[in-house]
């Protein structure tokens, strides 16, 4: 066996190992649901870093950037990234005060239907079942690149490797393992892309290189590799897509499941936006180091197929051998939790949340469900086809659609009804998924301002709207909402308020540096390499590079103080609340 195979099979066996010893603690569903709701910030920070970073990102995305749109990628001021935020601070604060079970039993509790509830937890299943399929078969193209195995074999490895521990030990093997994982492809990662770009002479050098570089023209250009043979015929047609998608993708780091739910598992809720707020930090600068790496990559070769491989070659050949076994046995473990949590979610909603039990759940019951859950999915594996970028992008927006308005409306509207938020869920899914998938098959081309999120978002909020208007609001559900806007007694505390302070601090800080590191480390050396600076060498602040470089302090800093203001004001023990 290589280092390689003997890396990755090691941190394997340390992760299943784990996981399943954490289960020993399982008691009860609670433990098995929600880990106790007991998790700490940096638990809460580590399953929810883990549960975003798989395949899809270290293989898929980063080919993406090298296969022609580095500059956006990482000039574009983090708009998706900042659902974190706002997210837990106008939603994952409020469905912990829940106590649901799952996000869907929220929804259930929050409108008495358990139609909601039926219908939020098929959306899981059908949604994150697909991204399941996707993270599954990544995990499994890196380990047939890797060993000896097949394809078909190594799908059976991967499934075994997060199924066991997962259906074993729930929720409390998950955030304990999903941590470690985060905490080695992370550090995985920055040694990785420090060694690289060390070797290619440092950040800007490699920036003023990649801007000469022909054969990918505008690789690093604000806008990317555009025209003909791509998705967008001008750069506004990127724009616009761009602007789209991280939007979605905002809503789904803000309501959808996989990060949602996390906030279920905390503590309390200063654990919720202190793990938030972090986490958005975090999630930002690795994707910075991700996506850059893998456009830098070009300096070295710009024919790799498929561009999916791009992170695994460059582990083979341009870092020292231990270097590399470490970085893919990092992408290996992000692969793990994301597979885990996706796993779990799905099976916690087959069991949960589709049949109305006339008697309770138990562990058992639980655990051979999830079991079940998994065999569907091992089976399906092996007939889709993966395509692990485009689906990503796909499945990860459906819940922009059909959770996004009935998401943020269940918490701040007093006049959406159970119906309302039933159609609403429905529709956004049927109206993002039909058009999704007709341009999916070649039957349909629409223009980038009609992407099939948009279409599902418009639908779904005129619908809820409407169909509201017709009903009435129950009293349970009015009394469900003004009890969820009532602050814990325990939460209202000065000292740990003055500690969460911090976090939208960090972000103020944030949006300060970042746009001289733009301005220093990419526009100047972009602009000089592309010969577009002014005469006399000054920057061209007018370019596309430049205005997004700036535009980092334009939404960070008022992030931080808004964040700041909203916890200040929400959890300061002085500060007279109104309920």
């Known amino acids: 066996m290589d280092t390689y195979t003997v890396t990755i099979g090691l941190s394997i066996i340390i992760f299943v190992i784990i996981g399943n010893y954490a289960g020993r603690s399982v008691k009860k569903l609670d433990d098995y649901y929600v880990a106790g709701r007991r998790a700490p910030t940096l638990l809460i920070v580590g399953t929810l870093v883990a549960s975003v970073f798989s395949t899809s990102i270290f293989l898929g995305e980063a080919g993406f950037t090298y296969a022609g749109q580095m500059g956006p990628y990482i000039l574009f001021p983090g708009i998706a990234v900042i659902g974190y935020v706002y997210g837990a601070l106008l939603f994952g604060t409020y469905i912990r005060r829940s106590r649901a079970t799952t ?4 929804f259930g509790r929050r409108f008495n239907s358990h139609r909601v509830q039926q219908a939020a937890g098929i959306t899981i299943i059908v949604a994150l079942g ?15 690149d890797l060993t000896q195995l097949t394809y078909f074999q190594s799908l059976i490895v991967a499934w075994l490797s997060y199924t066991i521990f997962t259906m074993y030990s729930g929720s409390q093997g998950i955030i304990l393992t999903d941590t470690l994982m985060f905490l080695l492809f992370t550090f995985a990662t920055i040694f990785f892309v420090a060694f690289i770009v060390n070797d290619f002479g440092g950040v800007a050098v490699a920036i003023e290189n990649l801007a000469r570089i022909e054969t990918k023209a505008d690789i690093a250009s604000w806008h990317g590799i555009i025209g003909p043979d791509t998705e967008w015929p001008t750069a506004m047609d990127y724009l616009i897509w761009a602007v789209i998608i991280d939007m979605s993708w905002g809503i789904v780091y803000a309501v959808g499941p996989w990060q949602s739910s996390r906030h279920l598992m905390a503590r309390d809720e200063h654990v919720v936006v ?7 930090l975090i999630v930002l600068i690795m994707q910075i180091f991700i996506y850059g790496i893998g456009g830098m990559i070009n300096l070295e070769n710009t024919q790799i197929v498929p561009v999916e491989t791009v992170m695994i070659w460059a582990a083979k050949k341009l870092v020292p051998e231990y270097l590399g076994a470490l970085l893919l046995a990092g992408i290996m473990a992000a692969a793990l939790s994301s597979a885990s949590t996706f796993l779990s979610l799905v099976g916690f909603s087959v069991s949960n949340d589709i049949v109305k039990r006339k008697t309770e759940l138990t562990l058992r019951s639980t655990r051979f ?7 569907f999915v091992l089976v399906a594996s092996f007939y889709f086809p993966p395509n692990i970028f485009w689906l990503m992008l796909f499945i990860g927006t459906i819940f922009t659609s059909s959770w996004g308005i009935v998401g943020f409306m269940s918490v701040w509207s007093k006049r959406i009804t159970a119906d309302g938020a039933f159609w ?14 007709f341009e999916y098959a070649g039957l349909i081309k629409l223009p980038s301002y009609l992407n099939p999120v948009v279409i599902g978002v418009v639908i779904s909020l005129i619908t809820t709207i409407t169909i509201s208007n017709l009903g009435k609001v129950t009293r349970t559900e009015k009394l469900y909402r003004m009890r969820l806007h009532r602050t814990p007694d325990q939460d209202r505390d000065l000292k740990k308020t003055k500690t969460t302070l911090i976090a939208p601090l960090l972000v103020i800080a944030f949006g300060c540096i970042m746009p001289i590191i733009m301005i220093k480390y990419y526009v100047i050396p972009y602009q000089t390499g592309a010969g577009k600076l002014l005469v006399g060498g000054t ?41």
């Open 130 to 144: 697909c991204y399941l399929l996707v993270v599954t078969q990544g995990a499994a193209i890196l380990l047939s």
């Open 539 to 579: 920057i061209d602040w007018m370019s596309g590079e430049a205005i997004l470089a700036l535009s980092w302090a334009g939404i960070y800093i008022p992030l931080g103080l808004i964040s700041a203001s909203i916890i200040w004001h929400r959890y300061n023990p002085s500060v007279k609340v109104k309920n």
């Open 424 to 437: 609403g869920i429905v529709t956004g899914f049927v109206f993002n998924i039909i058009p999704a998938a």
């Open 369 to 375: 469900l999830m079991m079940i859950t998994g065999i």
């Open 103 to 106: 996000v869907a039993d929220f």
């Open 274 to 280: 202190r793990a938030a707020i972090y986490t958005c």
